[in-house]
């Protein structure tokens, strides 16, 4: 089965942009779509991106999802950070050979 | 507004078995098409998906953890449940349950978009 990479911290100033990377070890990004997950400290996981680059009512549009086939990896990019966006991200897909959900390791936004 | 709660024991002694159930309340275990799954944190760590059912029919595990798993559903009861046989230390963790939703009805295309708050359940003697 394959792996999710995610780099294991990223911080970044109030108000600037940051990007998280997911990188798939085997098979094609694009195989499957790739979703987003934030969670807060203390908190259970919510969804900000779904379907690669889909956002669930609610979530503003400063989260944006995409996908690059040449790096075979899914971004994040949260723009015009606030401190309410210091989380952990998980990135999550769907492995059709052993149909199973895979994440991520996960991801600590520090916005400082 | 769907909202789903787990419970269960929060100690459960090594090589026992880890029981825990998720009430669904303001919606249907049975109401389609939604997938109801489990996934767990161990402690300082990572999101693991421990497993998955379908309309109480088909179920998907974890192969890490499929010798040991179980998912079910009660529909009389608007629940489903989780068991794990011969835990270790290994198994302490939050355990989260989540509707997933998606389209086709086909596994590929569903995601977590409903998580309880998590419960904490720690292995020990």
């Known amino acids: 089965n394959f792996m999710l990479t995610q780099p294991h911290s990223v911080s970044e100033s109030p108000g600037k942009t940051v990007t998280i990377s997911c990188t798939r070890s085997?098979?094609?990004?694009?195989?499957?779509?790739v979703q987003w997950y934030q969670q807060r400290p203390g908190s259970s996981p919510t969804t900000v991106i779904y379907e690669d680059n889909q956002r669930p009512s609610g979530v503003p549009d400063r989260f944006s999802g995409s996908i690059d086939s040449s790096s075979n990896s899914a971004s994040l990019t949260i723009s015009g950070l606030k401190t309410e966006d210091e989380a952990d991200y998980y990135c999550?897909?769907?492995?059709?050979?052993?149909?199973?959900?895979?994440f991520g390791g996960g991801t600590k936004l520090t916005v400082l | 507004q769907l909202q789903l709660q787990e419970s269960g024991p929060g100690l459960v002694k090594p090589s026992e078995t880890l029981s825990l159930t998720c009430t669904v309340s303001g919606g249907s275990v049975s109401s389609g098409p939604y997938y109801w799954g489990w996934i767990r944190q161990p402690p300082g760590k990572g999101l693991e998906w421990i497993g998955t059912?379908?309309?109480?029919?088909?179920?998907y595990y974890n192969p890490s953890l499929k010798s040991r798993v179980t998912v079910s559903v009660d529909t009389s009861k608007n629940q489903f449940s989780l068991r794990l046989s011969s835990v270790t230390a290994a198994d302490t963790a939050v355990y989260y349950c989540?509707?997933?939703?998606?389209?086709?009805?086909?596994?590929?295309?569903?995601?977590?978009?409903?998580w309880g708050k998590g419960t904490t359940v720690t292995v020990s003697s």
């Open positions: 059912i379908y309309y109480g029919e088909s179920t």
């Open positions: 085997s098979g094609s990004i694009a195989s499957n779509y």
């Open positions: 989540a509707r997933l939703t998606g389209k086709f009805d086909l596994p590929y295309y569903y995601y977590m978009d409903v």
């Open positions: 999550q897909s769907y492995d059709s050979s052993y149909l199973m959900w895979v």
